[in-house]
């Protein structure tokens, strides 16, 4: 098999299901998708690792098919990062600009991030990001890439993402004792805002919400940049949860009925419309109507939504999400989450597929392949940030300064 170099890999360790993505960097500079690896994963609760054995297996049985698949043999990995322990809070940090040199160069721009870093910390918890939003110059504030610019006093706002040290080094243990060095850790959101929004919804102001299977993540973008995250801790589980009891039926059972028929609202429904259900203990099959389905499934969404709402008007974000919302996860392949969402903020809303990338595309795209496949694509970034000349456009320079401080806090 041939080893690595240009591929780039990811692995998402998510509480359903674990998944590594192989990507092969073109010449013209995209990313193709040239192998997938999928195991169920059992070893996780909330995002969290509460068994290293389970996870580490899981782990090893997706890494080998997606080197089966891709012909090469993988040794080194970029990690996703979720769970409740995750913080995330902006802070800022302020330089003086020597007199002697005169213009902003990049190690003032490094020096500026680095004091934004809360100094701290509480025990067992580490940085994860350090993320820059925007700069300021003296009196002029608003800047994105001060580089060249003359000043005194060099301003920084960034959002400094934070988890437990614990979890994270359980995380790393495990991808390790399955044979894979760590090229990087990534938040989940992070990578999830890679592989789905645009850099329009990015600038403009963006939710994004992950619905996977035991959480809810939140971030909001604006200006090009994460300002806020949050856990929101209800996921597809809770889904599958209604169902076993209002349809009296088993938790597996219940799952299956979920991706077959998992729909949210009426509309969606062919009138008299039935599905068959087992029963618990028992082989015998009722048919029953769909909508019963809808009357379970709604409410939850509409909770989902209501708690998704909350939280951005707690944290300010109200006004700021012109864009609307992105839907991502596996639970976003519930029939009707979208108008719930639209109902519920009165903006407009999308389900967030994978985006930017070749290869493979029919097989990942879907919104529970967004996390895998923003970590290749950050994976990617990350390695053009040592590399490539800046050019003018914003992004870019926002993407690098993502590679530069995410390689200098691994
Ligand atoms: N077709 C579908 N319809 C409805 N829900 C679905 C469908 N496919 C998957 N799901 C649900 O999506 C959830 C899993 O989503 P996802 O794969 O994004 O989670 P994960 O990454 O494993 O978990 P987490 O991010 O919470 O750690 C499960 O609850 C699953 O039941
Ligand atoms: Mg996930």
Known sequence: MAKQDKYIVGVDVGTSKICVVVGEQKPDGGLDVIGIGMSDSFGLKKGVVVSLEKTVEGIRKATDDAELMAGIEIS????????????GFNSRGVIGISQKQNEINRDDIKRVIEAARPAGMPADSEIIHVL????????????????????????????????SSTAIQNMLVCVNRAGLAVSGKVLVQKANAEAVLTDDEQGMGVALIDIGAGTTNLSIFERGSLWHTAVIPVGGYNFTNDIAIGLRTPIPEAEKIKKKYGC????????????????????????????????ILQPRAEELMELVHQEIGRAGYEGVINAGLVITGGGALLTGITEIAQLEFDLPARIGKPMGIGGLVDVVSSPAYATAIGLIKFGQLDQESGIRQRDTGVRRFVDKLKGIFFTDYI
């Open 132 to 163: 820059p939003q925007e700069f300021r110059v003296d009196d002029h504030d608003g800047i994105v890439d001060p580089t060249g610019m003359t000043g005194r006093r060099l301003e920084v706002n960034a959002h400094i993402v934070t988890g």
């Open 264 to 295: 949210v609202l009426s509309n969606y429904l062919e009138p008299d419309a039935v599905l068959e259900v087992s029963g618990v203990g028992s082989d015998k099959v009722r048919m029953v109507p769909q909508q019963l389905l809808v009357n």
């Open 76 to 87: 080194k990995v970029f990690v996703g990062v979720a769970g409740n322990h995750i913080k």
